[in-house]
């Protein structure tokens, strides 16, 4: 885990950090913040979508900044399941807490996929994930 000095933010604060940068394009994302046991079991389009996921723990903040073209909450699982031993130990660890959060921001339009890209990097630099994404760690 990363263990420089890093701000540990709510959901309410990562949302601002959205709105700051992407209010004019709000309305192309569904915003949403689940349990892990809500997310598992949801199958609503707006859940399942291309997007951008933030894994976040009430102690810890922010954990991990991620993307899918396909569906963002299928890939945020998949942090649960594969990656470095101790990663995925770590993972699996922390979404125990009863108030772990999914922040899925998922596009409303597969014509607007685009923007995932931008936001994913955004988020990154912004939030300062306990875990940053392997390509720019």
Do not use: C
Not at 11 to 38: M, Q, T, Y
């Amino acid at each position: 885990m990363n263990t420089e000095s890093r701000p540990v933010l709510s959901i309410s604060d990562v949302k601002a950090i959205f709105e700051r940068e992407f209010a004019a394009l709000g309305p192309k994302f569904n915003v949403l913040a689940l349990s892990v046991a809500e997310a598992e079991h949801e199958a609503a389009p707006s859940v399942n979508a291309p997007g951008v996921y933030v894994h976040w723990h009430p102690e810890r903040g922010v954990l991990k900044v991620g993307k899918s073209q396909k569906n963002s909450k299928a890939r945020a699982f998949q942090h649960f399941q594969s990656g470095p031993e101790w990663y995925v130990s770590q993972m699996r660890q922390l979404k125990e807490h009863p108030s772990y959060q999914l922040l899925l921001f998922n596009v409303r339009e597969r014509s607007d996929l685009h923007w995932v890209l931008s936001l994913e990097a955004y988020l990154e630099r912004e939030l300062h994930p306990a875990f940053p994404s392997f390509r720019n760690g």
